[in-house]
């Protein structure tokens, strides 16, 4: 298996602008995670979905994030407008059970 | 709050010099304490799955234990390649979240 799969693997951008992440969770798992890490915070949840549908968002900091997972194989996560303080390592992982969770490489996003 | 706290924050060990890593927990219901290993530039691996007080687990050289109030993650004779951060998470309550530590970062020189 090919692992948690996300794209792009780096990103800068200008404030302002919009910024989607991608996912493609394990084949066969039903938990696609999305994690931030940073310096300062370390590795916090964001949102997670469980059969393709949001069970919790209460890390999102705020409206200007947004995730959809259409469907079992793929999930975005969105920023817009990006802000610098949104500068982090986003991270997704899937799971079969929420027990064991599998990360991806993760994106580093740089907003100028 | 659901609080999980690592230490130390670093550590240096020579090459074959055994030590501990801890992971001190507060949470309600704890349904699993996680540890996962994180090298440079890369997303976190997974390590151990520990559910109950007194259960312990071994992978090479790491051996994982766990009471009601923390975890230790023991090295034996670590070797370089054994330089990572090393983190520790937890879940509780009816959720599917996962809360993690902010890590140990070890370095064994050879």
């Known amino acids: 298996d090919a692992g948690v799969i996300q794209s792009p693997r780096h990103e800068v951008t200008e404030m302002g602008q919009e910024v989607t992440l991608r996912c493609k969770p394990i084949?066969?798992?039903?938990?696609l995670f999305w994690y931030r890490q940073t310096m300062m915070r370390g590795l916090e949840l964001l949102i997670y979905?469980?059969?393709?549908?949001?069970?919790?968002d209460s890390g999102m900091p705020e409206d200007r994030f947004s995730a959809k997972m259409p469907n079992a194989s793929f999930s975005t996560l969105k920023i817009q407008p990006s802000e610098p303080r949104d500068s982090a390592v986003y991270f997704c992982?899937?799971?079969?059970?929420?027990?064991?969770?599998?990360f991806g490489p993760g994106t580093r996003l740089t907003v100028t | 709050e659901d609080q999980v706290t690592q230490s130390p924050e670093a550590l240096r060990l020579q090459e074959g010099e055994s030590s501990s890593l801890n992971c001190s927990y507060t949470?309600?219901?704890?349904?699993?304490l996680f540890w996962y290993r994180q090298d440079p530039g890369k997303g976190p691996e997974f390590l151990f799955t520990?559910?109950?007080a007194g259960e312990e687990k071994e992978k090479e050289r790491l051996k994982a234990t766990l009471t009601k109030k923390e975890s230790f993650l023991h090295i034996t004779a670590p070797k370089p390649e054994d330089s990572a951060t090393y983190l520790c998470a937890v879940q509780a309550g009816d959720t599917d979240k996962l809360i993690f530590g902010t890590g140990t970062r070890l370095q064994v020189f050879p």
């Open positions: 084949s066969g798992h039903d938990y």
């Open positions: 992982a899937s799971s079969l059970d929420s027990y064991e969770q599998y």
């Open positions: 520990l559910y109950s």
């Open positions: 979905f469980n059969n393709n549908v949001p069970i919790d």
């Open positions: 949470v309600s219901g704890l349904r699993g």
